[in-house]
């Protein structure tokens, strides 16, 4: 059975968001190929989620709709976060707030109907599947509390907020790839197990950057640097 042209709109969308979704991690932050490497990234995820969602929807799949949505909301706040000002925030982070909070309240919702299911599962998924992505999700939503309340992010925080949200993006995007579309690997590759790995990658970048910029000196002297560079430049 051929593929829809959909599917394979949504397959290659992934592709595209994983390879520069990568190679954005990597690059320098900041700089000229990353800027470019991170705004393919933004786009194939929009295709990539905006799809996801529909194709959940019409197969009555709500766990791939509400992900899908995530995922559209991620990556939309954390291009706007590395857009903006540093200490900037109005209506549109109040409209992106709400988002979160009803993707988490009703997977959380889902978690407990499921939980006290004789099988534990609803829709095809165990409880437990819904009560971590739906936990995440309510974790996104206190962060924009957070900055929501400090009306604004500046320095290593605005840059964790970006880094985390276009990391987890990532993750969606591997996971749906890598778990999802299992039928357009081989057979070999899925029996091995070996597809698993590729879908937790972005995970651990993400922690390893979070733990880099936060309790680390690197953005100091990421922007010691720039300041240098700005310096040598206007001599």
Same mark, same amino acid.
């Given at each position: 059975?051929?593929?829809?042209?959909?599917l394979?709109?949504?397959i290659?969308?992934?592709?595209?968001?994983?390879?520069s979704g990568?190679?954005?991690?990597?690059?320098?932050k900041g700089?000229?190929?990353h800027?470019?490497?991170?705004?393919?990234?933004?786009?194939?995820?929009?295709?990539?989620?905006?799809?996801?969602s529909?194709?959940g929807?019409v197969k009555h799949h709500?766990?791939?709709?509400a =992900?899908g949505a995530l995922?559209?909301?991620l990556?939309?706040t @954390?291009w706007?976060? $590395? %857009?903006?000002?540093? /200490?900037?925030?109005g209506i549109?982070?109040?409209g992106?707030f709400l988002?979160p909070v009803a993707?988490?309240s009703?997977?959380?919702?889902?978690g407990v109907?499921?939980?006290?299911r004789?099988?534990g599962?609803k829709h095809?998924?165990?409880a437990a599947?819904?009560?971590?992505?739906?936990?995440v999700a309510?974790?996104?939503?206190?962060?924009d =509390?957070?900055?929501l309340?400090?009306?604004g992010l500046?320095? @290593?925080h605005r840059? $964790? %907020?970006?880094?985390s /949200?276009?990391c987890y993006?990532?993750?969606?995007a591997?996971?749906s790839?890598?778990q999802?579309?299992?039928q357009?690997?081989?057979?070999a590759?899925?029996?091995?197990?070996?597809?698993?790995?590729?879908?937790i990658i972005?995970?651990?970048?993400m922690?390893f950057w979070?733990?880099?910029?936060?309790?680390?000196g690197?953005y100091?002297?990421?922007?010691?640097?720039?300041?240098?560079g700005i310096?040598?430049?206007r001599t």
């Open positions: 059975m051929r593929p829809s042209p959909l394979l709109f949504h290659c969308s992934g592709l595209v968001a994983l390879l990568t190679a954005a991690m990597w690059l320098h700089s000229r190929s800027i470019i490497a991170g705004n393919i990234f933004v786009i194939s995820m929009l295709a990539l989620s905006t799809t996801g529909f194709m929807l709500l766990l791939n709709v =992900m995922a559209f909301y990556v939309v @954390a706007v976060t $590395a %857009r903006r000002k540093s /200490r900037e925030a549109f982070d109040w992106a988002v993707i988490g009703i997977l959380v919702t889902f109907v499921a939980a006290n004789p099988l599962m095809g998924y165990a599947v819904y009560l971590v992505y739906g936990s309510l974790l996104f939503a206190a962060g =509390m957070r900055m309340r400090s009306d500046s320095g @290593a840059i $964790a %907020r970006h880094l /949200r276009m993006a990532l993750f969606i591997a996971t790839i890598f999802g579309e299992q357009v690997f081989p057979e590759l899925r029996k091995s197990g070996v597809l698993f790995l590729p879908s972005p995970l651990i970048v922690i979070l733990i880099r910029f936060r309790f680390t690197a100091a002297k990421m922007s010691l640097t720039r300041r240098s310096r040598s430049l």
